[in-house]
């Protein structure tokens, strides 16, 4: 893998002052090794400086100017101004805090059940939670879209089963959203709390037990505290990669439902606006990060990238 | 800790099968109160389902399991208020060490002022006093392994559990720990199941072993009657180093290969049984034969020997060709008066040592 075959020292006299005998041949060795190590991270590293910092630094001087090419805060002196730009930032963390939520209310039991099944059986079922990656997003939202709506499959079935007698309002709004989103998301959410929790010992369960705690003592003072890291890890995924969602709230949303997203393809497709495009862009990531830092100090102590510490 | 009484276990026709595997075969099991008690086997044979059938970890086919005449057998672990230590300690590693020590208190509704006062007597009962507020992996093997001890003990079960607590430690901690293990069990009186494969383990702290196999305990004695008399062929080699010779009654006599035996103790029944000679049982005859004791005489050649630092095993092919092995004490330099290999020998075997064992456990069918 290495590609840089570490050749043999080469000798140097025996004898050498101070008995280092192939102390600077071995010196290399262990310098040409770390470099071979740093060859192997640095295409990534590459990618991540042309496509993301590079980009991320471009946008900001975008959004520094104004339509006629002069420096100025124009495009951040509007999103104060106009109200609707606050509305739209409420929007899109809104539809992220619900869509995390419900991905946790729906993910937890589901990524417990499965860590606890057999290590067959769980793969088998993990492929099942995966299968929505087989398909492209465009194609769910739509098959979503033919579900929900007022004479999709869903309501005229409830109606025919006399569940409901009014077609359900399942689409072209929040609600639409949120069900089209939480499908997508939701594996990002299992699959490392799933890690998590297949990494808990479950000899701490029984020690639990044994010691006088009831399964749902053991499960509030052990298995919870234990897979939080992994919770974390998948609620910070799922959070992020909401508040960048576009064509879920376009076509679930029915325009109603307004994402910083949208607004940002509002402006560059409609009024040509790079610059207002860019300083939301810059806002919703400033914004993000500092939500980001927050979680980080309310959480101290708990290490939410490293998975399950056992 | 105040040495409250300890339960007695009574076990009846345990049984626990997986497949046509029977890991657990209809065992029968007295444990007596205070008991320190050894589960003794190889893999597989079933030492572990028992201890996790007691805790309540595995439900079992059929049978009973009483605590001091109480019907355990269907109570949920929790309900069981019995100490464990498991093989991996199990310690809970987003807690403190007090914390851990803590938890079986807590969840007794114990006040904070008692829960610290026990905690901190547990601790000084594993000399970890001061370690309170480390995390679990800021703690070695050894203080993980007096961790685990001290959270079993510290709401004193009448019952504690130990499964293989000691396989993961060097041999120098594995020895003091035995000792500190079976101290401690002395001072808080507890009943105490053990499990183990290491046969030294089983014989150091024991006050009984019970010799399972296939899910059947095949010998529940003492240690010394377990290595000086073992039940079957399968507890002598189990337990200890031995050789076999084959013997059999002629007339009420016993024979191996033609010669009559003395025998201190010989079986009620006559057949074929073996001979079991522990290697240091045996010794160099250089005399001719005197009647002094009664002894019985082999006639051999040495084949090997193999130094071992502290003995020598010195391995003999008697004259029918079966081969026996016994070790003497190496006695500081030069070893002078050690047999030479290919020399003839002369093995002695006082007729206390010569013990007649079953050739397997026929004794159930």
């Known amino acids: ?310 | 800790m105040a040495s409250s009484t300890a339960f007695d276990i009574r076990i009846r026709q345990l049984t626990k099968a997986y497949g046509p595997i029977r890991a657990l075969d209809g065992i029968d099991l007295d444990i007596r109160a205070g008991e320190f008690l050894t589960l003794l086997g190889p893999s597989g044979s079933g030492k572990t389902t028992l201890l996790m059938a007691l805790a309540g970890f595995l439900r079992p086919d059929c049978g009973s399991i009483q605590f001091a005449g109480r019907e355990v057998v269907r109570l949920q672990p929790h309900k069981r208020d019995i100490g464990m230590v498991f093989q991996n300690y199990a310690l809970f590693p987003h807690m403190s060490v007090a914390a851990n020590i803590a938890y079986p208190l807590r969840l007794r509704h114990v006040d904070a002022a008692e829960i610290a006062r026990r905690v901190e007597a547990a601790l000084a009962m594993v000399q970890l006093s001061g370690y309170g507020e480390r995390r679990i992996d800021q703690l070695s093997g050894g203080q993980r392994q007096r961790v685990a001890l001290a959270r079993a003990i510290v709401f004193e079960p009448k019952i504690v559990l130990m499964d293989e607590p000691l396989s993961a430690l060097d041999k120098q901690l594995r020895d003091r720990m035995q000792i500190e293990i079976r101290q401690l069990h002395e001072r808080i009186g507890s009943t105490t199941v053990y499990v183990t494969h290491d046969q030294r383990e089983a014989l150091t702290m024991s006050d009984r072993v019970a010799v399972l196999n296939g899910g059947r305990i095949v010998q529940l004695d003492t240690p010394q009657a377990i290595y000086e008399r073992p039940a079957c062929r399968f507890v002598a080699e189990f337990i200890g180093e031995s050789s076999f010779l084959p013997v059999e009654a002629i007339d009420g006599v016993w024979h191996h290969a033609g010669r009559a035996l003395t025998i201190a103790q010989p079986p009620e029944r006559d057949g074929r049984r073996l001979l079991m000679i522990r290697p240091e049982w045996p010794f160099v005859l250089t005399g001719p034969p005197s009647d002094d004791r009664p002894t019985n005489r082999f006639e051999g050649r040495v084949a090997n020997l193999i130094y071992q630092g502290d003995t020598v095993l010195i391995q003999v092919v008697l004259a029918d060709g079966s081969p026996v092995q016994l070790r003497q004490v190496a006695r500081g330099h030069g070893s002078g008066d050690l047999p030479a290999p290919g020399a003839a020998i002369v093995l002695g075997l006082t007729a206390a040592d010569t013990v007649l064992i079953a050739e397997d456990d026929g004794e159930r069918p």
């Open chain 1, 1 to 310: 893998m290495s590609g840089s075959a570490t050749g043999a020292a080469r000798p140097s006299p025996i004898g050498a002052p101070g008995g280092d005998l192939h102390a600077a041949a071995l010196r290399r060795d262990d310098r040409r090794e770390r470099l071979a190590l740093f060859g192997l991270a640095l295409p990534a590293l590459l990618l991540v400086t042309v496509t993301m910092a590079l980009p991320t630094a471009w946008l900001f001087w975008l959004s520094l100017l104004a339509d006629d090419g002069t420096l100025s805060l124009v495009n951040y002196a509007r999103m104060i101004e106009q109200p609707s730009y606050g509305r739209t930032f409420l929007t899109t963390f809104e539809v992220g805090f619900l869509t995390t939520g419900l991905c946790i209310l729906i993910g937890y039991p589901l990524a417990y059940t499965l860590s606890q099944l057999p290590q067959r059986t769980a793969n088998l079922c993990m492929i099942a939670v995966l299968l929505p990656f087989w398909t492209s997003l465009l194609v769910r939202t739509y098959a979503w879209l033919v579900l929900l709506q007022r004479t999709g499959l869903i309501n005229s079935w409830g109606m025919a089963l006399g569940l409901w007698t009014e077609p359900l309002p399942l689409v072209h709004n929040l609600a639409g959203t949120l069900i089209g989103m939480v499908h997508v998301l939701l594996p990002y959410l299992v699959l490392p709390l799933y890690g998590a929790m297949r990494a808990i010992d479950r000899d701490l369960i029984r020690a639990a037990s044994n010691l006088g705690a009831s399964p749902a003592q053991a499960f509030r003072t052990v298995f919870l505290p234990l897979s939080l890291p992994g919770l974390a890890a998948g609620a910070l995924i799922v959070f992020i990669l909401c508040l960048g969602f576009y064509v879920t709230p376009v076509i679930l949303g029915g325009g109603k439902v307004t994402m910083v997203s949208n607004r940002i393809a509002d402006d560059i497709d409609v009024f040509f606006n790079w610059g207002a495009a860019s300083a939301l862009g810059v806002v919703l990531l400033v914004l993000t990060l500092s939500l980001l830092w927050l979680t980080g100090r309310l959480a101290r102590g708990v290490n939410l990238f490293g998975g399950g510490h056992v």
